[in-house]
């Protein structure tokens, strides 16, 4: 009888090439002394190798050796290095990326030498996205070890372009303003300064053989330390600083805020996982793909590594599951919200108070007869979401402000005038003329303090900015590809409301689990300025339920103690007095044992919970961009694995897929994004042994889970609110004027 093997649903491979380390000893060459002439490298003692007390017997960890690596000259002394040795690792490293470094250049390419020491080689493009900038592809050649299959390999990564502005620095220093002194100072083009520069690209022509050299470093080291230093060939790299000061600065975009649909979301086409494998497939073939890189690495000529299926996970079948109101349940939050919520706030009414200048008065109009009265397309109205009877305020409730470069103290005024009824709660509406993200900190700073009044006066607000408004209702005039009226604007309505549920108490879904008593922290932090971070550390239950939050200066280790310490009692009282079983902790870096999880472990001695099993999911902020899990077998090509999907690393780190691609959904068009993978490492402190594969994928599973609970869009998100929230908070607190956040709503969401 003959049977029809069934052909392979998923082709998974990551942007990696494996590579052998030489099986013989290689012999380098070292010295205690700098011998000038040669072309030396300094080694600290962590780049000793293993062995070297042989050749130096009285060397300290307090020396420095040099070395050429593999060039033998007098005054060195040889010696075997065995590369599958893990003590010699940090030096075959360091060997490697030097090895790397000089292959790129040979290439013509200019490499810039990361603070880690990897190699990011700089390809021109003929076109620009800017005409007053050179653009540059950026792509990244990094040596790694792959713990989970034992070998070394190297890792191909594109990292985005980079703009080089085409004035040089001197050109930028030395241009005049248009006079010295003016009574109009607007008019006066303001003298530049050598803070606006970051990073410079900077070429010289080497005389004796007419070549070029490039660098890519920071403008303070090579103007202090680089001999014959010439600003007239250094062309500064475009960062926010040196934007602001030519008047190119541009606002960040929060996608949730506004929702603009994408013009080709049915396009394959557009994956970022398409582009990016496109663009490292491109890098491979034009400088790698050659006997000369394989004499230095002996990579295989198939390309990228398959991932083998033992390192292939895949979480729960219902863990993307929510429940929705009317015991309703469904993946998909944009469908299932039409059930209503989970759970309404705990009012009988909310009534919307517009806070507006004249100029918007339309605005605030369409929002409010929409909010309160008529349908928008598919948005049906805030009770609908809410649960609770809406409408708007009366007149004379709603602020108008005239001065739009600082509404604040009409705002206040304002504020002052509202005295709510029982039951009734005010959700202030403000259309704001700018956003958080603006580029003008004064500006900013208004914005911050409007949402700190409403704040105090226990006045929940959802902020729109009017000018992204008008060009989204604008992009709704027409009709769409179906002959019917564009109602695109119903989703940033959709995700305004939401937002409002959640920030009067609501639950708009929460996830489709059993409840346990296990308590999950997370923790996210916010760099302020050049040295500050602040950091915020939430606790929910299982079922995703948000309890409280607390923040503090990232460096105050016992203050997170103290939060979970806090969040450890909230749990008990909430419980009738039981502690939780596990705890939890998603942590937005890899967690200090001494400094961090110290005083958490002597937290709890003091509560006799020593016994309690504490396990830290360190969860990067961004997503991962230097490891990718792709599949070629994704239909159509967008080559993004299914969600859930997840790969096993080595050494505790796991790539999870978390995305809506979901098993039997048929094709996916990208309407909601192609999220790459977010990285994570599992640990136990001080019990790392002790963690199971069960308990692994019941981690991994729970990050999924609460990605799915993000109440300030119903786009599905690729980090949990674990790692969001805290960070979104953690933004937010240094711009209240260092007074803290009102105690009243540390137990609210009061920041989507």
């Known amino acids: 009888m003959y049977y029809q093997q069934s052909k392979p649903t998923e082709n998974l491979f990551l942007n990696t090439l494996p590579f052998a380390y030489p099986v013989e000893p290689v012999t380098f060459y070292f010295t205690k002394e700098f011998i000038p002439g040669l072309h030396l490298k300094p080694l600290s003692h962590d780049l000793f190798p293993l062995?070297?007390?042989?050749?130096?017997?009285?060397?300290?960890?307090?020396?420095?050796?040099?070395?050429?690596?593999?060039?033998?000259?007098?005054?060195?002394?040889?010696?075997?290095?065995?590369?599958r040795k893990s003590?010699?690792?940090?030096?075959?490293?360091?060997?490697?990326n030097g090895r790397i470094n000089y292959f790129l250049k040979s290439r013509g390419l200019p490499v810039e030498t990361t603070f880690i020491k990897d190699n990011q080689a700089w390809v021109m493009k003929q076109k620009s996205k800017r005409p007053d900038c050179t653009q540059y592809e950026r792509f990244t050649l990094k040596f790694d070890y792959d713990y989970r299959n034992q070998h070394p390999h190297l890792i191909l990564s594109y990292d985005r372009p980079s703009l080089v502005y085409k004035k040089s620095v001197a050109d930028i220093l030395n241009q005049d303003t248009d006079v010295p002194f003016s009574e109009d100072e607007s008019n006066a083009t303001p003298h530049a300064t050598p803070d606006i520069f970051s990073k410079i690209f900077y070429f010289k022509k080497l005389e004796e053989d007419n070549k070029w050299t490039y660098r890519i470093e920071s403008y303070d080291y090579l103007s202090q330390h680089l001999e014959g230093f010439d600003s007239k060939n250094a062309y500064p790299v475009m960062w926010p600083?040196?934007?602001?000061?030519?008047?190119?600065?541009?606002?960040?975009?929060?996608?949730?805020?506004?929702?603009?649909?994408?013009?080709?979301?049915?396009?394959f086409r557009t994956s970022r996982y398409r582009i990016y494998y496109e663009k490292i497939k491109w890098f491979y073939e034009s400088f790698l793909n050659n006997d000369e890189f394989r004499a230095i690495f002996p990579i295989a000529r198939d390309g990228f590594a398959t991932v083998n299926k033992g390192q292939i996970g895949m979480v729960h079948g219902n863990s993307n599951l929510l429940e929705f109101g009317e015991n309703f349940s469904d993946r998909n939050p944009q469908q299932g919200i039409n059930h209503g919520p989970y759970s309404k706030p705990k009012a009988s009414h909310i009534q919307m108070v517009g806070i507006l200048h004249a100029d918007d008065k339309d605005l605030g109009n369409f929002l409010l007869v929409h909010f309160c009265r008529d349908k928008y397309g598919y948005f049906e109205g805030l009770k609908k979401y809410t649960g609770l009877d809406v409408t708007w305020a009366p007149r004379d409730k709603h602020i108008f402000f005239t001065d739009k470069a600082n509404p604040l103290p009409e705002i206040r005024q304002g504020i002052a005038k509202l005295q709510p009824t029982e039951g009734v709660v005010y959700v202030g509406l403000y259309l704001t003329p700018v956003g958080k993200h603006t580029s003008n900190k004064q500006a900013k700073e208004i914005y911050y303090q409007v949402k700190k009044e409403l704040l105090d006066a226990g006045i929940q607000s959802q902020c729109i900015e009017t000018a992204k408004m008008r060009v989204a209702l604008k992009g709704d005039e027409g009709v769409n590809e179906r002959g019917y009226p564009k109602r695109d604007f119903a989703y940033t309505l959709q995700n305004m409301a939401i937002a409002i549920n959640a920030k009067l108490g609501g639950t708009p879904w929460q996830l489709a689990a059993d409840k346990t008593d296990e308590l999950i922290i997370g923790v996210g932090a916010f760099k302020v300025g050049d040295v500050k971070y602040i950091g915020s550390a939430f606790s929910f239950d299982n079922t995703g339920h948000f309890n409280a939050f607390d923040y503090f200066l990232s460096n105050q280790t016992q203050a997170l103690a103290g939060a979970i310490e806090n969040a450890i009692h909230d749990f008990a009282k909430d419980k009738d007095g039981v502690l939780p079983e596990r705890i939890?902790?998603?942590?937005?870096?890899?967690?200090?044992k001494e400094e961090e999880y110290g005083p958490i472990e002597k937290m709890l001695a003091e509560l006799d919970m020593e016994d309690t099993p504490v396990y830290v999911v360190t969860i990067n902020k961004t997503e991962s961009e230097d490891i990718v899990l792709f599949d070629g077998y994704a239909k159509p090509e967008h080559f993004m694995p299914r969600s859930g999907r997840y790969a096993n690393l080595g050494n505790k780190t796991y790539l999870l897929c978390n995305n809506s691609n979901y098993e039997n959904a048929g094709a996916y068009y990208g309407k909601e994004g192609y999220p790459f993978p977010v990285k994570l490492r599992i640990s136990c402190p001080y019990y790392d042994d002790d963690i199971d594969d069960a308990t692994i994928r019941d981690l991994i599973d729970q990050v999924y889970q609460f990605s799915r609970i993000y109440w300030k869009s119903v786009k599905q998100q690729n980090l949990p609110v674990t790692i969001k929230y805290p960070e979104m908070v953690a933004e937010i607190a240094p711009h209240f004027n260092g007074e803290n956040i009102p105690e009243h709503v540390q137990d609210s969401l009061w920041f989507l």
């Open 584 to 592: 939890i902790i998603h942590y937005y870096k890899v967690m200090s």
């Open 241 to 267: 600083k040196l934007d602001e000061f030519l008047g190119a600065g541009t606002e960040e975009e929060d996608e949730d805020d506004i929702y603009i649909p994408p013009k080709k979301s049915r396009d």
């Open 51 to 83: 062995g070297v007390e042989t050749i130096f017997p009285d060397i300290t960890n307090a020396d420095k050796i040099y070395t050429t690596f593999t060039e033998p000259a007098d005054g060195l002394t040889p010696l075997a290095i065995e590369f």
């Open 87 to 96: 003590a010699n690792y940090n030096l075959v490293k360091r060997y490697y």
